[in-house]
T-cell receptor, first 114, second 114 residues
Framework: SQTIHQWPATLVQPVGSPLSLECTVEGTSNPNLYWYRQAAGRGLQLLFYSVGIGQISSEVPQNLSASRPQDRQFILSSKKLLLSDSGFYLC?????????????FGPGTRLTVL | AQSVTQPDIHITVSEGASLELRCNYSYGATPYLFWYVQSPGQGLQLLLKYFSGDTLVQGIKGFEAEFKRSQSSFNLRKPSVHWSDAAEYFCAVVTFGGYNKLIFGAGTRLAVHP
């Protein structure tokens, strides 16, 4: 069966520090991968989408970037964190080429920027 | 533009009572619809999905949802709520374009009184 992992689970970082969040998927190949952010009191915002290694689409301009160095690995990064980057970050995967695109979510990373 | 509306931000029900969470969508073609549940501090878990066929779909944990095209609705129901159902519930629709994109509603937070 497929599983999706995210780490760390919780992170507290000072403003201006770098960020690296990791997401890995097991039990499937060639998945579509997604990064979402869930800010306090708000819904889910799609940040990045990837259909393959090195292929990243950005949904919104922001202080963050994403990379996909391996087929089942998706990394969310920032060079300098802002207070507004605080939130709950969720990674998700779906079957590539699926017409229905059911997305399955990881456990999330709680990021607090102070 | 495609959108999902969940009119109720918070709902409180007594344990054992029935539940209906509302979801309305705006989408020009036949929608692919989902309900997810998020427990505090956790990722999103897929409850059920509708792609085609029978408009009443069964999901996990005793939930069901009914697709009504005439009302552009996909309401989630459960005949008898358990205390463990307290969580946040998200309705979502897939939009098809350059890539398949999942549009979420703002969520409904469910509280269950003993």
């Amino acid at each position: 069966s497929q599983t999706i992992h995210q780490w760390p689970a919780t992170l507290v970082q000072p403003v201006g520090s770098p960020l690296s969040l990791e997401c890995t998927v097991e039990g499937t190949s060639n998945p579509n991968l997604y990064w979402y952010r869930q800010a306090a009191g708000r819904g889910l915002q799609l940040l990045f989408y990837s259909v393959g290694i090195g292929q990243i689409s950005s949904e919104v301009p922001q202080n963050l970037s994403a990379s996909r160095p391996q087929d089942r690995q998706f990394i969310l990064s920032s060079k300098k964190l802002l207070l507004s980057d605080s939130g709950f970050y969720l990674c998700a995967w779906s079957v590539r080429g699926s017409s229905t695109d059911t997305q399955y979510f990881g456990p999330g990373t709680r990021l607090t920027v102070l | 533009a495609q959108s999902v509306t969940q009119p109720d931000i918070h709902i409180t029900v007594s344990e054992g009572a029935s539940l209906e969470l509302r979801c309305n969508y705006s989408y020009g073609a036949t929608p692919y619809l989902f309900w997810y549940v998020q427990s505090p501090g956790q990722g999103l878990q897929l409850l059920l999905k509708y792609f085609s066929g029978d408009t009443l779909v069964q999901g996990i944990k005793g939930f069901e949802a009914e697709f009504k095209r005439s009302q552009s609705s996909f309401n989630l129901r459960k005949p008898s709520v358990h205390w463990s159902d307290a969580a946040e519930y998200f309705c979502a629709v897939v939009t098809f374009g350059g890539y398949n994109k999942l549009i979420f509603g703002a969520g409904t937070r469910l509280a269950v009184h003993p």
